[in-house]
């Protein structure tokens, strides 16, 4: 079982480490703006939430878990916040800097 | 393994000081110093100092982040007359020597210091039963060293009276920053209200835990700043005109209760500040109470800025 676990979080964890490094190169290699913050709001969204989920079994009390599902909830309200915000920025001032 | 990512961070780090230096646009600045702030946030989880990381991520990344923020954005129009200026060679050779000066004695002072270096933590460890708090830095803010603590409350406020005498005549007395149209189907109205109750409790939560765990006012106020601005970006509510005389109380009341303590510690514990035995921590956490509020309205009211409207809502 502990194995398992172990072999889990790995997988999880790597999961989650490829999709904030393609979410990088998105954001670095992306032509426009609107694109780019597609690339980033996808690391946001499933890497860190993968790399939640591998951590899950690792943490010792139910309250350190809830604490990481909470993070990563946090993240996906602020995130797609922030992302919403400077779409329609982009797309009221008609520019794509 | 840990020194691969220490090297790593201190690498990133000074690629990005450098960055933040030789950046040509300012906004560019900006961004490099508030990654450099949460990765200094990093370094400092790494020290096991997380009360200092807390406040570097609160304050030193967080709030001073937005604060250059607002400045970079008002600067924007005068930046090109600004740039077409170039100082003369000699005077940048000049700024240049200065700050390597300043860099080296830096440096040379940190690498004289003696190996181990001096230290008065053993004596707060050993003293810090006194004050019945568990957390040594808030013995030392609030105990040890309290006379600093209640300095920094004080200059705060100078701070927040040096933002707001840059107000116009006829907008002294207003509201500031300014007005905000809620956009009742918007995602910003959403999440200002969605993210303060849960922001407001974790704020209570880190400032109340931090008698005892690494947290505290400074911490707890900035977030619940932030989650005042984010009612105020959304238009969810206004900023109180800065003449209003309940706001005026509630900024002098923490410091003024800080004194209220030292004084009667000086009557009946013999110094100013200092706490009669059996009353440390009940002291402590009035102090702490009394300044919750206060750090809270001037850390927001620093970032709102100067009055620019009437009174009218």
């Avoid at chain 1, 860190?48 to 989920?53: D, E, I």
């Avoid at chain 2, 409350?153 to 040096?162: C, M, R, Y």
Wanted: with cysteine; proline share 5%; glycine share 10%.
């Amino acid at each position: 079982m502990k194995l398992f676990l172990d072999l889990w979080t790995v997988v999880a964890v790597v999961a989650g480490a490829f999709f904030f490094f393609a979410g990088t190169v998105g954001l670095l290699r992306f032509p426009d703006s609107l694109t780019r913050l597609h690339a980033l709001s996808k690391a946001d969204n499933l890497g860190l939430g993968l790399v939640v989920l591998g951590l899950l079994p690792q943490v010792d009390s139910v309250s350190a878990g809830l604490k990481l599902v909470g993070i990563w909830l946090l993240v996906l309200l602020s995130g797609a916040t922030a992302a919403q915000w400077i779409a329609r920025t982009f797309r009221q001032s008609g520019t794509d800097p | 393994m840990i020194e691969i990512l220490n090297f790593g961070l201190a690498a990133l780090i000074l690629g990005l000081a450098v960055w933040a230096v030789v950046a040509r646009e300012a906004p560019a600045a900006v961004v490099g110093f508030i990654v450099y702030g949460l990765l200094l946030t990093l370094v400092w989880l790494q020290l096991q100092g997380i009360d200092v990381a807390l406040t570097e991520a609160a304050i030193g990344g967080g709030l001073t982040g937005v604060l250059l923020i607002n400045a970079a954005v008002r600067l924007r129009s005068t930046e090109s007359t600004a740039r077409a200026q170039r100082p003369s060679a000699s005077t940048r050779w000049l700024a240049a020597a200065l700050s390597a000066t300043v860099t080296g004695a830096l440096a040379i002072c940190v690498l004289a210091l003696p190996e181990p270096a001096p230290t008065l933590a053993p004596e707060v460890l050993a003293n810090i039963a006194v004050t019945e708090v568990g957390n040594p830095i808030t013995a030392v803010l609030l105990a040890f060293r309290a006379m600093d603590t209640l300095l920094e409350a004080i200059v705060l406020l100078f701070a927040l009276i040096g933002v707001w005498s840059l107000a116009p005549d006829r907008a002294w007395g207003g509201r500031p920053g300014l007005l905000q149209q809620a956009d009742p189907n918007g995602m910003l109205d959403y999440v200002a209200r969605v993210l303060p109750p849960i922001g407001i409790v974790a704020g209570i939560y880190i400032f109340w835990i931090g008698a005892d765990y690494p947290g505290g006012k400074f911490q707890g106020a900035t977030l619940l700043a932030a989650m005042w601005l984010l009612v105020m970006m959304a238009g969810l509510a206004d900023a109180p005109p800065i003449s209003r005389s309940w706001l005026r109380w509630l900024l002098v009341a923490g410091p003024l209760a800080f004194i209220a303590v030292g004084v009667v510690g000086a009557v009946t514990a013999g110094a100013f500040l200092s706490y009669p035995h059996g009353f440390a921590k009940t002291l402590i956490l009035v102090i702490e109470f009394a300044l919750m509020p206060t750090l809270t309205l001037i850390l927001g009211l620093i970032l709102l800025g100067a009055p620019l409207r009437g009174e009218a809502a």
